[in-house]
């Protein structure tokens, strides 16, 4: 079974990765948590850590299909 990511986190990472996309690296799960703190006034670092985690997952993705 794959992880369960809430609505709410896929909304926000698609929202972000539609406004900046020239910003997150592909393989760089570091350099895109510090953007998503830049980008956005969320608090919780879990939170943060989610949504830069699935904005990394869906880029490398994307390069894997050839996309990108």
Known sequence: MGNIRHL???NI???L???????FLVNDFNHNKKMVRELTDNK???IRNRIAGYITKILSKKKNEGML
């Open 44 to 46: 919780s670092k879990k």
């Open 13 to 15: 990472s698609k929202l």
């Open 17 to 23: 990765l539609a406004k900046y996309s020239e910003k």
């Open 8 to 10: 709410q986190i896929k």
